[in-house]
Every structure is written in structure tokens, then in C-alpha cells.
């Protein structure tokens, strides 16, 4: 949009026509709006008018369980209409990425701070809107924005406690779409020194104290209450304590010795390994076709046709599950496997000629879902861990080899 030179007026007159961005920006510097400690990350790539159906709300706003202030967008929307948007007053931050439809890559808006400002500008019904637009890859920085962009009293939506947690949760734990970034695995002062920084001085002190323990005691792996810690199935930095890994080398303090095969024949780069069978652990959510491909392939690569045995876990990292969740999870898992491995038989008896029916009683020689990785790790009343190796779907106790009843 062409932009104009105008006098330092502070109202400007149509704003969608005649918005002058330059005066605009000598007004509001870019990135003066964003704390300093993260501003590097934050490439700007300009002050623009775009279109108000273009803007998603963004994954990292989500921390609070209330995004906007009603009666401030009242105010708002009254305002806009009234006077138009002021030159100096900072836009909306929009992080511009990527995302694929069909073949071809889009441009793809997600408004990080401003949403106030975008209920009332729908709600007066504006098409247009302007805004800040950065690229910005590091979720570490994103989040922060995200829980510091309102660091300010009345008027703007501040965060609760609660909203803090989920937030603290998240640097944690990560989710299905933000990597974990406090540690590997965190300390409790590297939890402690994130919930400063992203409280600053909204809360007082036993507040924020409150903060720290309520996300320590969901990721602390000795507590006494039934608790759901989040496998991860990636290594190096994002490897959690309950990790895939840590697991399936016997390595994790609440499974000791418990060694299943889990990378087809490369299973814990463990010298001292006797397992002989191919092994490959699935997550519930993308994972099972693609270890179930993987399960072939190494099966016809291998001269001794071994078994293939395949264990689930069940990955969340949005929130803590129960016994209920972890048991319909677990349930809709194998179904998702039933079906999967029905799909393969009938696509090999459809270029092979042989029976379905002999297919699968192929498959039944060649694979075996041993099992799920055990999730409910908390303990009862006697100080008794509840899953200790892997169950079936209903959470018994299974061999971690056979499948069989312990």
C-alpha cells in the first residue's frame, strides 16, 4: 500500500486509505514493544494493512484461559470507530511462517499479542487491520512474548495463576507443537528462573513461589499422587526423564531394568544386549503406520526372519491424563493398529494374489503388539507404583517380551 508523507497529526482521516506507516513507525519503533531480552529473535519484516480473515489466533496466545477483556473491547471498538487507529499507538504483533495447501506453500499469519484489538475491530466489522509482522522460530522467545506482552495493569486481560501453570507446563513439558526448552531434564531452579521472568511483578512472591511447585510436582517423578508424565520419542535435547529411550534401555528410575527392543535390530546401543528379536515403539498419535512400514522393511531385510514386536505409548503433552484417558487412549490406539495393519494385508493381497485371509495369518507369524509403555506412574496409598512394565490396554501387567499375563 502506498504510503504518504502527512504532518505529525494524531488522528488520521480513512486509515485504510491513508494510514501514513512512516510517521507511523517514527512513532512507534518496531520492537520497542517487545521485552529487549527477546527482541534478537524477532526479525521484523514490516508495518502492513492486511486483511483481518488472513490472521489465526496463534498457538503460544493459548496460555491464557481467557483472551480477552469484554468491557476493554467495548472500549476499543468504540474507540476505533470514533478515531480510526492512532499513529502512535504499537500494533498487534503477527508471526508470519509457512504452512503447505496441497502442493504449494501459503503464507500463514498468527496473532501473538492484540487480541482485544482483533475482537473489536470485528465486532465494528473492519475487513482491514494493521499490524506488526516478524518471523520468529524460537519457542523459548514466542511463549515469553506471549505471557509478557500484557506485563501492564487494567486495562488488558492479565494472566491468572492458573494461566502461568499452563504456561509453565509448557516450557516443560512442551507440547505437540512447542519443543521443551527448559533443560534436559530441568531443574527445579531452571523452572523457578523461567516463572520469574514471565511473572515479573504481577504476582507477589508466594504466589509465584505457588507457581513453581505446582508445575515441579506435575514433573517431579517421585510424587505421590496418580500423575501422567509425557513420553517423548526424540533424543538429545528434548530427552525427557520418561523419555522412549530411558525406557527401553532400563535406564529410567521408575521402569529399572526393564530393556525392550525398540529401533528394529539397533535396540539400546547396549553391548550387553541378548534381546533377538526387531522391535519398534509407536506413539498413539502419527507414529503407528509409519514403525508398522518400518516393521516390514526389516523384517524381509533380515536373514533369520525374526519376530517383530511393536509397543504403543501414548503421547500428550497438552495435559495431565488420568486413568480414564490413558484407558480410552490406549483403546483407540489398538484399534488404529487393528486397522492399519488390515490396510497393509489388503493392499499385499491385492498385488500379491494370495488370500487375505492367509496374509493376515502371515502377519499373526511375523508381528506381535507386545504392549503399551506403562503412563499411570503414581502411586497408591501404600507408597505402591501402580505400573511398573508393560500392560495391555486395560492396564494389566503384561511380559515385556510375550504380551503374556503376569
Known sequence: MKTQETQEARKPLNWANTFDIVLSLKKCPPGNNIKKKYRDDFKFVGRQIIDVKSVNIMKYANVRKELVKNDLVDDLATSFEQQRYLHDQFPPIVILDSKQVSSTLVDDYGLLAGNNRFAAIKRIGWDKMIVDVYRCNKDRALLSVACTSNHHRAPFKVMTESDYVRAGKQAVWGTDSINPFLGNPPQKKDVKEYVEEIVGNMLGTETRKRIVNKIWIDRDINVTNEQFQPYTSSRGVNLSINSVDLFARG?????????????????????????????????????????????????????????????????????DLGNTMISAGRKAALKKYNNELEQYAMFISSVSGMDIDEVKEKFDNIFKLV??????????????????????EDGEPVHHLTGELL
Open 251 to 319: 535406564k529410567n528410575p521408575n521402569f529399572p531394568d526393564i530393556k525392550i527392543p525398540y529401533r528394529g535390530d539397533m535396540h539400546m546401543d547396549d553391548h550387553n544386549n541378548t534381546i533377538e528379536d526387531y522391535g519398534y515403539i509407536m506413539d498413539n498419535a502419527q507414529g503407528i503406520k509409519d514403525k508398522l512400514s518400518l516393521g516390514i522393511r526389516k523384517y524381509n531385510e533380515g536373514n533369520t526372519k525374526k519376530k517383530v514386536l511393536f509397543y504403543i505409548f501414548i503421547m500428550s503433552g497438552k495435559k
Open 371 to 392: 504392549g503399551f509403555l506403562p503412563h499411570n506412574i503414581g502411586k497408591d496409598s501404600k507408597g505402591n507404583q501402580f505400573e511398573t512394565t508393560i500392560v495391555n
